[in-house]
């Protein structure tokens, strides 16, 4: 192999042997293969984002409706009956913070956690979340544990 005989791999180049816009003789002058009029043969022309060529386009025929409040918090839920199974499997033991359930996997480490009170718990806890529903923190609290929050 030789700089003479280098020439790219078959199929990775597609260049139109004919050039557009360069008279007639060309056999593409005149309209250049864009067609008669219209937006499609100007210069500068690009399809808008969901454009139907004309025709009302679907994100302004469809009503808008409901409200979408900015300030909304997202919390991750993490069960109290999921925390006993954590307890019983020997993962946890005498406290759970957002560090352990980030590392169990059960948040995010930019997530605000809600200890939620779906099933029961016996295990002694120290629990830190940023939200309780009364539910939980009284029965991690009935079951001898504290429920901090934290914010």
Same mark, same amino acid.
Do not use: C, W
């Given at each position: ?24 003789? +060309?056999?593409k ?13 100007? +210069?500068g ?7 139907e060529g004309g ?6 025929r469809v009503?808008?409706?409901g ?5 909304r918090k997202?919390?991750t ?8 199974a ?6 946890i ?59």
């Open positions: 192999m030789s700089l003479s005989n280098l020439q790219p791999a078959i199929g990775s180049t597609h260049k139109n042997s004919k050039r557009l816009g360069r008279g007639q003789g +060309s056999g002058g005149g309209t250049a293969a864009r067609g008669h009029k219209g937006a499609k043969s100007r +210069s022309y690009s399809k808008k984002l969901g454009f025709q009302m386009p679907l994100q302004r009503p808008k409706f409200f979408k409040n900015i300030n997202e919390y839920g993490v069960n109290i009956d999921t925390i006993q954590l307890v019983d499997s020997k993962k033991k005498g406290e759970l913070t957002i560090d352990h359930l980030i590392s169990l996997r059960l948040a995010g480490k930019n997530d605000l956690v809600k200890i939620l009170g779906r099933g029961k718990i016996q295990a002694s806890l120290k629990v830190s979340a940023h939200k309780f529903t009364s539910t939980a923190k009284i029965a991690i609290e009935k079951a001898g544990g504290e429920a901090i929050s934290i914010e």
